[in-house]
């Protein structure tokens, strides 16, 4: 049975990532950079929230995603305000690096932060329940689908 280890989905002009703890395999970070391309381009989403529970993109999936949304934005990468909440040390890590050493607009937020990164995102307060609980239910989903293996 194939397990994932990450999921997303959209709401209004806003994307969520989860991640479970582990990397994305190629495929499953291949598919959410295209619909992160897609959401840019057609929905012109230009907000990211991304829920992680310590696992995240290798530097070669971080550089695809960065080089993919570079046409769809202008060439302008800070464009798409970034919302990372972990309680990993190192993903932490890893949000503040790219914060400092690159052309990305990410700010990093504690696992349960998620309220404010949302305002930090500029998300109507109307819009926080039902993300929050999509991204619950994500975050639920990941978890049964890695018990079940």
Known sequence: MKTYTLRCFRVDA???LVHDEREPTSDEWGFYVRELVRAVTEHDVRKLLVVSQGGGPNAAQRKQLV???RPP???DVRALKTAVCTSSPLARGITVALGWLSTTNITG???EDRRRALDFLG????LH?????AVDAQVGALAKARNER
């Open 67 to 69: 080089t993919s949304l």
């Open 123 to 126: 998300l109507p307060v109307s």
């Open 129 to 133: 329940a039902p993300v929050l609980i």
């Open 109 to 111: 937020f504690g696992y």
């Open 14 to 16: 806003l994307m969520c």
């Open 73 to 75: 934005l202008n060439w």
